[in-house]
């Protein structure tokens, strides 16, 4: 007997519900931290490596007498999840809270570069420097595909997508798309 899907379990969101299914705005302003999240013995490199990186950046600021101790400890974890997911991420960088990093391999950041809150980064992706320019500064909610180079004083707006293998070396308007080597705009 073929039941409709509606009938089948009512504590679950189903997928003809229209009504139901409401998707959750992803705020390229307001931080969200539980896309950081991670359990005591989860193994997840990034969440991590992340964590590793908001530890020592808490520590620095802290007039903890421990706080020392605890940036030693950071350090050492940072550098510990830093080869485990092959990337390159300073402690001293400004990354907003939400940072996504789904697969971490290979993800290099100039310790300069400015990355805005809840961005999501794929592997192999590059932020940084030209000869003679400044670090890049990345708006809110904007999601670089894999093997992307963003280089050079160069502005990404919000929710901007750099497409995979794209090398943007121009600014990104708010709510574009870069794609291609080099990167042109698409509306």
Known sequence: MNLPIEDVDKNVIHLRE???MVEDAVSSEIPDWSREYKSFF?????HSLLASIRTYQR????????AFLIKIIAIVRHKFWSVVT????PLNCEIGGGLLLPHPNGVVIH???????????FQQVTIGLRRGTEAPFIGGHVDIGAGAKILGDI???KNAEIGANAVVITD???NCTAVGIPARIIR
């Open 18 to 20: 229209p009504s139901r």
């Open 42 to 46: 989860s193994w997840s490199p990034s």
């Open 59 to 66: 520590s620095s600021k802290s007039k903890n007498p421990y």
């Open 86 to 89: 092959a990337s390159d991420i």
């Open 111 to 121: 310790p300069r570069a400015v990355i805005g809150p809840n961005c999501l980064i």
């Open 155 to 157: 502005r990404i707006g």
């Open 172 to 174: 990104v308007p708010d």
